[in-house]
Every structure is written in C-alpha cells, then in structure tokens.
Antibody, heavy 123, light 108 residues
Framework: EVQLVESGGGLVQPGRSLRLSCAAS????????MHWVRQAPGKGLEWVSG????????GYADSVKGRFTISRDNAKNSLYLQMNSLRAEDTALYYC????????????????WGQGTMVTVSS | EIVLTQSPGTLSLSPGERATLSCRAS???????LAWYQQKPGQAPRLLIY???SRATGIPDRFSGSGSGTDFTLTISRLEPEDFAVYYC?????????FGQGTKLEIK
C-alpha cells in the first residue's frame, strides 16, 4: 500500500524551530519529487516547498523562503522540512505529498497525501 | 504567481443533480497543468483530475474536467451523497504551484 506518514508537529513558541518528517512506503521513493503543502485551520491549501527526486531542484513559497529548508534521504525513504524562525501564521496542518509522475518532473499533480502533522506556533 | 479564483464559493445541490464548479486563472495555465482535488472534513485532499481532463486512478466517471488557458471546469454529472465536500483546483504549470480558495459543495 502506498503510504505517507508525517510526524514532528507540535506546539512551539514564536521564533523557535521544528523539524517535520515524512516516511514513505509502498513505492520507489527516489523516483519521485515530493512536496509539502499546508492548511491553516479552517482555510484552504497552500503549497510550501518541493524537492526533485535527486534533490537537484528545490523550491519554496515566498512566505517561507529563507526560514524553511526541505530535504530528503532516499536511503531512508524520508522527506523533511526544517522550519526555523516560526511565526503565528505558520500554524497549520502540514501535509507531505507525492507527485503523480516519476522522473525529472518536479512540479506535478499530487496523487498521494499523508494525513498531516499539526504545527501550532503560539506563546 | 498565478492566482486561481474558484466559483461559486458555496454550491447547494441535491443528490442526483449536476454540479458545475469553475476555476479561473489570472494568466494562462501552461499545458493545461490543472488539477482538481476533493477534501472531506478531517481528511487529506484526494486527487480527482489532472491535466485538466484526465481522471486519476479509481475516480468514478461521473467526475469530469474540462477547459484550457484560463478557464477550467469540474463537472459532477449526478451527485452521490459522498460527493458533498470541498473542491480545490491547483495549477502546476509554473512555480509556485497555487491552489484556488475552494468551493464547498453542500446538500440542499
């Protein structure tokens, strides 16, 4: 079964850091680009960051650029999001998502989503 | 950045009726790289349509997508009770990928 499981969320004070993880199974992880998408409580979806299969291409939303770092470890079938200098507006459910097509395509439709991990930034 | 505007914000219909959801882009979406997702409360989004008109694996044929350029449509031919949810469009033709604000499909 193709599956993505996020972890690492929690309550954190403004200005602090948090590292999210996403464990993948059921597919050849290093064939696919991966992304993070977030959803603030009661709000819509916002793309956060994406990384190509070989980490050669990385992108960030302007709202997180310079504060968040995406990475992956293909040997561990895992995706990460290092979040620094967190703000109240970063409060959201963070999903990791797999792209539909394998190979060099970095940006694509997202066919598999995890259940998300909640990040709450508050003092 | 391409801004996607979905309409209507809320659509109230009855089971068995036809639903038409619109997604308009602020500029042309490259190669019709437009997707539609369904999200139910407490669940992750589910991919319905990609490439503007291709159904994802396991999606019933009552769901169809159409459009190109800046105007796209998701049609549900005959609503089933399980179709009432929030629907999002997404463009992935240019970075950053962007989502519409969503259309809530509710039971009338």
């Amino acid at each position: 079964e193709v599956q993505l499981v996020e972890s690492g969320g929690g309550l954190v004070q403004p200005g602090r850091s948090l590292r999210l993880s996403c464990a993948a199974s059921g597919f050849t992880f290093d064939d696919y680009a991966m992304h993070w998408v977030r959803q603030a409580p009661g709000k819509g979806l916002e793309w956060v960051s994406g990384i190509s299969w070989n980490s050669g291409s990385i992108g960030y939303a302007d709202s997180v650029k310079g504060r968040f770092t995406i990475s992956r470890d293909n040997a561990k079938n895992s995706l990460y999001l290092q979040m620094n200098s967190l703000r109240a507006e970063d409060t959201a459910l963070y999903y990791c998502a797999k792209v539909l097509s394998d190979g060099p395509v970095s940006l694509d439709a997202f066919d598999i989503w995890g259940q998300g991990t909640m990040v709450t930034v508050s003092s | 950045e391409i801004v996607l505007t979905q309409s209507p914000g809320t659509l109230s219909l009855s089971p068995g009726e036809r639903a038409t959801l619109s997604c308009r882009a602020s500029q042309s979406v490259s190669s019709s790289y437009l997707a539609w997702y369904q999200q139910k409360p407490g669940q992750a989004p589910r991919l319905l349509i990609y490439g503007a008109s291709s159904r994802a694996t396991g999606i019933p044929d009552r769901f169809s997508g159409s459009g190109s350029g800046t105007d796209f449509t998701l049609t549900i031919s005959r609503l089933e009770p399980e179709d009432f949810a929030v629907y999002y469009c997404q463009q992935y033709g240019s970075s950053p990928a962007t989502f519409g604000q969503g259309t809530k499909l509710e039971i009338k």
